[in-house]
């Protein structure tokens, strides 16, 4: 496989009420062909997330949408286009960040949550700014995370995302 530059197509999904807001590296192949996050199907993001907040797994994409905004959660990726080899976050390179002002200036984000290693420095390295809410790294919902079961994924998010809303 080669390398292509691919772009972020899609729009973050955040209201005025949003107060955390988790961030991915760069949509899988699967979420750029299905034009939303989380899209392939082996990862675990809406399982967990579900799982949180005691509600059915959303399925369609405004379901995912009423999902995130009803309990009060932003979600985007830290990188605006990059090379990417499929959806490797290992092959990233030439990255172009997202302007997180465009979130954090609309709406009153208290913690900023990273889904995994790649995500967290990512962000890190070509977004943080001082006076920004507190970034935090959260294990990856990722298929290739194979170390955390769905039930420890679950735990290990939960704790965190339950302590920012309360």
């Known amino acids: 496989m080669e390398y292509t530059h691919v772009f972020h197509t899609f729009e973050p999904v955040f209201d005025q009420n949003s107060d955390i807001l988790i961030l991915g590296s760069f949509p899988s ?11 392939h199907p082996q990862n675990r993001f809406w399982k967990v997330t579900a799982g949180i907040f005691d509600e059915p797994v959303p399925a369609t994409v405004e379901e995912k949408k009423a999902f995130l905004l009803r309990n009060r959660i932003a979600v985007w990726d830290v990188i605006a286009s990059c090379d990417i080899i499929g959806s490797s976050d290992s092959s990233i390179r030439n990255v172009v960040a997202n302007d997180m002002d465009f979130i954090l200036k609309k ?14 420095r990512l962000f890190l390295k ?23 079961s769905l039930k420890r994924l679950t735990e290990a998010w939960k704790t965190e995302i339950t302590a920012a809303h309360s």
């Open 29 to 39: 192949v699967k979420s750029r062909e299905n034009q939303f996050y989380y899209g």
């Open 107 to 120: 709406a009153d984000i208290r913690k900023i949550y990273a889904n995994g290693d790649k995500a967290y």
């Open 126 to 148: 070509y977004c943080k700014k001082e006076g920004w809410p507190g970034v935090f790294k959260l294990p990856s919902t990722s298929p290739a995370n194979a170390a955390y």
